[in-house]
């Protein structure tokens, strides 16, 4: 449903089904992609994956609360990071990202991002995307007001919601 190309990127939806065998080589990946750095705005439960069987329940856990997409490079197929979607029943899609350090300051959370906006402007009948960001996040609140984000008045103490209207 939100699989989609960018010129670096391959972003796919992960299933509860996906092939064991790639499941195996994921589980490894994702305790180097959760790193502190990449954890540290994020809920608790990111943290702490350090594992390949911490992983699994980690893994287990986002494809049931939200739509997980694997984020990869399209040149030599390496997991670089995850897309979450989670659509609630006013098609409002809340969105959150993240990628490996190696990644940071690239351009690819911007490449990523528009290209999401674009898949789902395609097809999806989605009303808004909302993002939610720490305030201690400038780097993200400045991609979300980039990519043509509005901030709305409904922020919680710890975290600004970014919303784009499709």
């Known amino acids: 449903m939100f699989d989609f190309e960018t010129p670096r990127l391959l ?3 992960l299933s509860a089904d996906s092939a064991a065998s790639d499941r195996a080589e994921l589980l490894v990946e994702i305790p180097k992609i959760l790193t502190p750095a990449v954890v540290a ?22 494809c049931a609360e939200s739509h997980l997409l694997l984020i990869t490079t399209r040149i030599d197929k390496e997991p670089v990071g995850f897309l979450f979607v989670h659509v609630n029943q006013q098609q409002d ?14 351009g690819l959370a911007s490449e990523l991002l528009s290209g999401f906006i674009d898949q789902v402007r395609k097809g999806a009948s989605l009303s808004a995307l909302i993002g939610g960001v720490s305030l201690e996040n400038i780097q993200s609140q400045r991609l979300f007001e980039k990519l043509g984000f509005n ?3 409904d922020a919680e103490m710890d975290t600004l919601f970014y919303e784009l209207v499709l």
């Open 41 to 62: 705005y994020l809920p608790p439960h990111f943290s702490g994956i350090t594992s390949p069987e911490v992983a699994k329940v980690w893994l287990a856990r986002m």
């Open 11 to 13: 972003v796919s939806e």
């Open 151 to 153: 901030k709305r008045l």
């Open 93 to 106: 899609a809340h969105i959150g990202f993240l990628l490996r350090e190696s990644c940071w300051r690239q």
